[in-house]
């Protein structure tokens, strides 16, 4: 099967994933928590998907693992869910494709957002005094984030749009005889756009923030 047929059927399946996905939101009554859910799971199958298809046509290179799926388990203790798939373009470069969802509850008030994020990693750095190859080693990454997110108050609910560029620097280390375990650790800072209203009251959320991610993954 050569590469085109296999990008037409991936295609196809994501299309048919997301048509299953508006069934569902239109024909069964589901709480604000449920449908964030349900949409954690759609872009989890989309990231997969996307996956496959930077898979099949981004061409493998050197002698390092090619692609790394990963999570960060610090943040699912939180209650943070972010599954990321990556794909070596060449020795010192990669992109990264990544699902996210994340819920919150104090009191009375509860929040939750679903979103996916692409990015792209060039290495640089390397501990052992050579030149890295990806996906090992010290790398800088920039890329983009969409949120959907979801506030209630009592009885009263809100929904939002953000969307914002983000950067940063991490290291990743390839453990194991045949280097399949990755851990990785790293900063990035973001810059978010948007706002919410609840009871009339507008809460803006414009602004920068960052995040200090630690992630583990298999990598082949």
């Not at 995040?211 to 993954?217: A, D, M, N, Y």
Request: proline letters at 4%; a positive charge.
């Amino acid at each position: 099967m050569d590469d085109s047929r296999k990008i037409h059927i991936l295609l196809k399946m994501c299309v048919f994933s997301l048509a299953k996905f508006i069934k569902t939101l239109l024909t069964k009554k589901l709480n604000e928590e449920d449908k964030m859910r349900n949409q954690f799971s759609f872009l989890v199958v989309v990231v997969v998907l996307m996956a496959g298809i930077l898979t099949v046509v981004t061409p493998a290179s050197g002698q390092n693992p090619q692609r790394v799926v990963s999570v960060n388990p610090v943040g699912l203790i939180f209650g943070i869910a972010d599954v990321e798939y990556q794909q070596n373009i060449d020795k010192s470069s990669a992109w990264a494709v990544e699902a996210l969802y994340w819920g919150h509850k104090i009191v009375d008030w509860s929040w939750s957002a679903v979103g996916a994020g692409g990015s792209y990693r060039k290495w640089f750095f390397s501990f052992k005094g050579e030149n890295p190859t990806a996906p090992e080693g010290g790398y800088w990454s920039v890329g983009v984030d969409a949120l959907f997110l979801s506030a209630t108050y009592a009885s009263e609910r809100a929904s939002s749009f953000t969307f914002g560029p983000r950067g940063g620097v991490g290291y990743r280390w390839l453990l194991g005889s045949k280097k399949n375990f990755s851990i990785s650790v790293g900063i990035e800072v973001m810059y978010y756009f948007g706002s919410i209203e609840i009871l009339g009251v507008k809460m803006p959320y414009t602004g920068i923030g960052y995040s200090t991610p630690l992630s583990i993954g298999y990598a082949w």
